[in-house]
């Protein structure tokens, strides 16, 4: 669905038109990530628990169980954390105050750039990857968030990087 996602975004939004060949070579090279990933589902039962086990037990629509659980995810990175003591301490946020900062400079330059494929790319796999979590019982848990974390690491990097960025640039202005 992400790249699915990402192909449409370009076709749609980019500058220069993607041609269906570069389409047809993005959804190609997916295929060796999807395939490893599909051949750890099959090959470790119950990695990422089951669908009955970790989902909802609301009787609202899916699509309202999601707004509600997307609501919930960014707690998890910044404020609260998971609330049990299972994989961290708990009601500890997922990033320390430095690379919350960080993480919201990035998520900024993703939205500020969503045209863009960086932005697209980032916005639409942070989003696509806390799917399992809004739909699962607490939006918070560690395991059905693992995909988010790649991703968040990106955005504080890109965040770091902007910062550096204008912090250089200040100093060599205030160089004679």
Known sequence: LWAVGFVAHQLILARQRLSWRSALYVLLGMLPPVAAWG?????VPGLFFRVDAASSTSSAPVLTRLFNGLRDVPTAWFSRGFNLPLYST????????????????GIGLALWRWRLAEGALLLGGLLLFSFPAALSLDATH????????????VVCGWGAAWIMERVIALVSIQKP
Request: no cysteine; aromatic share 12%; charged share 5%.
């Open 39 to 43: 051949l750890l589902v099959w090959l």
């Open 90 to 105: 708990p009601n500890e946020p997922f990033l320390n105050p430095v690379l919350a900062f960080f993480a919201i400079i």
């Open 142 to 153: 560690p395991p059905r968030l693992v995909g988010t974390m790649p991703l968040l690491a």
